[in-house]
């Protein structure tokens, strides 16, 4: 009687076990996306401050310096600073981007006066303050000085601090810093990589599949390159780079940090990926359907290409993908390739110099500036919810197209 | 006139080729009827393939001897170098100044007369190029325009060359690991030459940013990679202790216990971890789990708590494989046969007897096979351990300590600018080679214990 007690207590212990297993990965997983997305949420907003502008002669925005009449206008609005220390603390509450945002106001007033309340560019230790990243400790917020904070409280006193959407985020490229860095010249440099590295692997890996599959004789030719296969599948990431470092850029002299030489080096690697999903699409598809065709008098190559392949398409796309959304979050190869270098212009083409965007994530994670943590937070954000479209697409494809046998 | 317009010139006379081969197959088979052996499309794919391919080959073979005759021809002009490095220096300077407009001239008596050669000689290769590619590919269009003829089996012979095609495709993948081998190794052979086999694989002192200072070269010890092993091991044990036994009993709770439903919505959840990028989970252990370790390690005051230590690195690894002992022991489980588990049920015993006692003795190669398998997955991971362990090279099993791996030190000795020539980056591929061996055994071992065992029930 005893035993059976605690044989049932035994049973139902080791259920709790796996229960608590699986509950302890589904947690971590919950833990992690709460964390990302929590912290990345608010980059997506930035702080702005108010300035009255009052220019009353009609714009000639060639002739006037954004930055000393900015300087001028600011100022005006606190006319009770007086030393030069006092001023710089004014100046600092704003981002350079502020310079280049009232430069713009200008041009699109040519010819015409201004007066009135515009919002410009904070500086991301006000940003961080505004947003509640820092708090206020004694006198001092974060890098905020007791000076800098007795201004802001005056403009946040005329309500001139407002949260606007962040339009470096998405549409910028990297910079120093944090409130104007953006992630568009990493994104455009994970494009051309991916593009490269999906023209490379999917023809080769497909044909490769199809000869594998289909063509081969049983030999010992055709065994070597399938283990080879299964193995190159789970060399580490890294070593790819290694073999892009001394192929493409030592031995053929590609240009370092250029998207090309990333996608090649990626394309290798998602190689195996395609090939062992388009053997299992191409496996699939049943022998009496390639049975009718060459019974009709279609030769070998004609039933492949008209018959297996448009059939096996769907899980071959399927693989394909995430083979390439696999790609797409690597990037120790990246780094070993030299396309970790600060880059500021938006990449043209694969040859200009570029980062990606899991690259630009790694970098920012990496540098000092706490404001950078929220930007990186956000960059990520950006990159799951690409990786979740695409397998989002995956499995529709799988369940759309896919036919059962 | 450049490589690209004759490029286009090629394609587009071997676009030509294809719709004159095919009107001309199509006149033969409307005169003959159904005489003809391949249908007008084979007879234009193949006499376009026909067009082509000469020229290709051809533009291949120039591109390489047009570059090692220049060299050759600009090495004459700075005859007075000995040193071949430098001389090379100087035609790369000379090409450079002829290619592109930003590079400035170099200071030598015949820089000039040498970009004046490069420059004339240059511009007569392309001229001799285009024409003879050109050339060429007419000669090759008409050949193949005379071939079609109602008997003539261009079917068969296309399908030959896409068979060729996917022939060689498929042996590329061989390429690769030969590619990977090589570079790794002659590196690494490099590296040998000026540190001791035996210094490297059993030495006890990693620090390689010494060897940078000329007098520092071959002092031993410097490069002795045990520590980077250990800190690899290290981590990745603890990673296994945290993966481990929540993928088992996740696998196991879900192929065993879970209903249906439960199943459907639990096992894609895990394999989202499974589909996030390492960086991800790098940055995660940097905001998160380090503080909170932190955090924990001044709660229970434990002495030396590293903020890179091996600990961190190790249980973020651990989840990132989760996934992988998860899936690959469930499939493992989910291939023991039904009978063993029904005559086991029948003899009275629980699940969870007939689970630790029937299903996983039985399964027991899948599962060591899965779990090699995450294992040599967690050594050659390499962003979670740059983000969250550090560069210090301690020789230590505390797992509060920060320690090193294998992959951090490959990306930090190759990242940044530094000189191809250096022990200090050579070292880097050696390291890659150890690295590349050690999962690759573990691959084949683990792939091959899974096959003999899928095998056994099949």
């Known amino acids: 009687?005893?035993?059976?007690?605690?044989?049932?207590?035994?049973?139902?212990?080791?259920?709790?076990?796996?229960?608590?297993?699986?509950?302890?990965?589904?947690?971590?997983?919950?833990?992690?996306?709460?964390?990302?997305?929590?912290?990345?949420?608010?980059?997506?907003?930035?702080?702005?401050?108010?300035?009255?502008?009052?220019?009353?002669?009609?714009?000639?925005?060639?002739?006037?310096?954004?930055?000393?009449?900015?300087?001028?206008?600011?100022?005006?609005?606190?006319?009770?600073?007086t030393t030069r220390a006092e001023k710089r603390t004014l100046y600092s509450l704003f981002s350079t981007g502020a310079t280049y945002e009232f430069e713009d106001l200008l041009k699109a007033n040519e010819g015409k006066t201004i007066n009135g309340y515009y919002y410009f560019l904070a500086s991301d230790d006000v940003d961080m303050y505004v947003k509640g990243t820092v708090k206020r400790e004694g006198d001092s917020a974060g890098r905020l000085m007791s000076g800098q904070l007795k201004i802001l409280d005056q403009f946040e006193e005329q309500n001139l601090v407002e949260l606007h959407i962040n339009k470096y985020l998405l549409a910028g490229a990297d910079s120093r810093e944090p409130e104007m860095a953006g992630?568009?010249?990493?994104?455009?440099?994970?494009?051309?990589?991916?593009?490269?590295?999906?023209?490379?692997?999917?023809?080769?890996?497909?044909?490769?599949?199809?000869?594998?599959?289909?063509?081969?004789?049983?030999?010992?030719?055709?065994?070597?390159?399938?283990?080879?296969?299964?193995?190159?599948?789970a060399v580490p990431s890294i070593v790819f780079g290694l073999l892009g470092l001394a192929i493409f850029l030592n031995f053929f002299d590609l240009p370092r940090s250029a998207p090309l030489v990333g996608g090649l080096t990626l394309g290798l690697m998602t190689l195996p990926t395609i090939v062992i999903a388009a053997r299992s699409a191409i496996k699939s598809v049943p022998p009496s359907i390639e049975e009718a065709a060459i019974g009709l008098g279609s030769s070998k190559v004609q039933t492949i290409f008209n018959f297996t392949l448009p059939l096996a398409m769907p899980g071959i796309l399927t693989g394909t993908i995430i083979g390439i959304a696999q790609a797409i979050g690597e990037t120790a190869p990246l780094l070993m390739i030299g396309m970790v270098a600060f880059v500021v212009d938006i990449p043209g083409g694969p040859m200009d110099p570029a980062t990606a965007l899991p690259v630009q994530i790694?970098?920012?994670?990496?540098?000092?500036?706490?404001?950078?943590?929220?930007?990186?937070?956000?960059?990520?954000?950006?990159?799951?919810i690409f990786l979740f479209l695409l397998n989002i697409t995956a499995v529709y494809l799988r369940k759309k197209l896919e036919k059962k046998w | 006139m450049s490589i690209e317009f004759i490029l286009l010139t090629i394609i587009g006379l071997s676009a030509y080729s294809f719709y004159i081969s095919k009107k001309k197959a199509a006149a033969i088979s409307a005169i003959n009827g159904a005489e003809i052996h391949s249908q007008p499309n084979y007879h234009g794919m193949y006499a376009a393939f026909l067009t082509i391919s000469p020229a290709l080959v051809l533009l291949i073979v120039w591109s390489f001897i047009e570059d090692t005759i220049i060299t050759m021809r600009l090495r004459d002009y700075f005859s007075d170098i000995t040193e071949p490095s430098i001389a090379n220096f100087y035609i790369e300077g000379v090409i450079n100044f002829v290619d592109d407009v930003n590079s400035k001239a170099m200071d030598h008596v015949n820089f000039f007369t040498a970009t004046e050669y490069y420059k004339s000689t240059m511009h007569l290769n392309l001229l001799l190029k285009s024409i003879v590619l050109v050339m060429l590919t007419i000669i090759a269009l008409r050949y193949s325009f005379k071939l079609i003829s109602a008997d003539f089996k261009a079917r068969d012979l296309f399908e030959d060359v896409v068979i060729k095609v996917?022939?060689?495709?498929?042996?590329?993948?061989?390429?690769?690991?030969?590619?990977?081998?090589?570079?790794?190794?002659?590196?690494?052979?490099?590296?040998?030459?000026?540190?001791?086999?035996?210094?490297?694989?059993?030495?006890?002192?990693?620090?390689?940013?010494?060897?940078?200072?000329?007098?520092?070269?071959?002092?031993?010890?410097?490069?002795?990679?045990?520590?980077?092993?250990?800190?690899?091991?290290?981590?990745?044990?603890?990673?296994?202790?945290?993966?481990?036994?929540?993928?088992?009993f996740s696998a196991i709770y879900l192929s065993q216990y879970a209903s249906n439903r439960v199943r459907s919505f639990a096992k894609p959840i895990i394999e989202v971890l499974a589909g996030i990028p390492t960086v991800v989970y790098g940055f995660f252990a940097v905001i998160t789990v380090g503080p909170f370790f932190r955090e924990m390690g001044i709660f229970f005051d434990i002495e030396g708590f590293s903020s890179e230590s091996a600990l961190i690195a190790g249980s973020v690894l651990g989840i990132m494989i989760i996934p992988f002992i998860a899936s690959l022991t469930d499939d493992a489980l989910s291939a023991v046969p039904r009978s063993l588990k029904e005559g086991s049920l029948a003899m009275g015993a629980t699940l969870s007897e007939t689970t630790t006692r029937v299903i996983i003795p039985a399964s027991f190669h899948g599962i060591v096979g899965s779990f090699l398998l995450a294992f040599s997955r967690a050594i050659g991971e390499t962003m979670i351990v740059v983000m969250a362990a550090g560069f210090a090279a301690n020789l230590t099993a505390n797992p509060f300590d920060a320690v090193t791996t294998v992959t951090v030190q490959i990306v930090g000795l190759l990242t940044g600018d530094q000189e191809f020539d250096s022990a200090k980056t050579l070292s880097a591929f050696a390291l890659a080679f150890v690295l590349f061996f050690l999962t690759l055994i573990l691959n084949v071992i683990s792939l091959s214990i899974v096959k003999k065992y899928r095998e056994q029930y099949e």
């Not at chain 1, 207590?9 to 589904?26: H, M, P, Q």
């Not at chain 2, 490297?200 to 990679?225: C, K, N, Y």
Request: proline letters at 3%; glycine letters at 6%; hydrophobic letters at 50%.
């Open chain 1, 1 to 81: 009687m005893n035993n059976i007690l605690s044989r049932n207590n035994a049973e139902k212990r080791f259920k709790v076990y796996g229960f608590l297993a699986v509950s302890t990965a589904i947690v971590l997983l919950g833990i992690l996306l709460f964390k990302i997305f929590s912290t990345g949420i608010s980059a997506f907003n930035q702080s702005y401050i108010g300035v009255k502008i009052e220019i009353n002669n009609s714009i000639n925005s060639s002739e006037i310096d954004p930055r000393t009449e900015l300087r001028q206008q600011l100022r005006n609005m606190f006319p009770e600073l």
């Open chain 2, 166 to 248: 996917m022939n060689i495709a498929s042996i590329f993948a061989i390429f690769i690991t030969i590619g990977i081998v090589l570079s790794l190794l002659f590196e690494t052979l490099r590296f040998f030459e000026s540190v001791p086999v035996q210094d490297f694989l059993f030495g006890t002192h990693w620090s390689p940013q010494m060897s940078i200072r000329e007098d520092q070269v071959g002092s031993s010890g410097s490069f002795g990679a045990v520590p980077v092993f250990t800190g690899t091991i290290l981590i990745s044990i603890i990673a296994m202790s945290v993966a481990g036994p929540i993928g088992l």
């Open chain 1, 183 to 233: 992630i568009k010249g990493a994104i455009y440099g994970t494009f051309y990589a991916i593009l490269i590295a999906f023209i490379t692997s999917f023809p080769l890996g497909v044909l490769t599949a199809i000869y594998l599959e289909k063509l081969a004789k049983k030999n010992r030719l055709s065994d070597i390159i399938e283990t080879n296969i299964n193995n190159l599948a």
């Open chain 1, 362 to 384: 790694y970098l920012w994670a990496d540098s000092p500036e706490r404001a950078f943590v929220e930007r990186t937070s956000a960059a990520i954000m950006v990159l799951l």
